[in-house]
């Protein structure tokens, strides 16, 4: 599989994330989902790991990695980054709970 990546630099914590493929989205996005937001940032870091040769991969990012080795200031960052990155885009504050707050625009097609 090849896709997009970028590398993040975030206050000295270096990331790299990968763009989700369409069915990706649509898997985590489309019409009427509840979409676990840490669900999505492993993905995306999974992706561009997965763009790397085997011995450089390092572990999966899993929930259980992410809450260990990420504070909630990182965490908050490389949301945003995997978000903007994806083209995806958040419902404004007030019109569901987080969970439910994910949509992108390539899910109504």
Do not use: H, Y
């Amino acid at each position: 599989m090849q896709v997009r990546t970028k590398a993040l630099d975030l206050d000295g914590a270096k990331f790299t994330i990968g763009a989700l493929t369409v069915r990706q989205v649509r898997e985590f996005f489309g019409e009427g989902k509840e979409t676990n937001v840490m669900t999505v940032v492993c993905r995306s870091l999974n992706n561009a790991r997965e763009m790397q040769p085997e011995a450089a991969r390092g572990p999966e990012w899993t929930f259980e990695r992410m809450q260990e080795e990420t504070d909630d200031a990182t965490f908050g960052k490389l949301r945003d980054a995997v978000i903007e990155f994806n083209g995806v885009t958040l419902k404004k504050e007030g019109e569901a709970p987080a969970s439910e707050s994910i949509s992108s625009s390539s899910a109504a097609e």
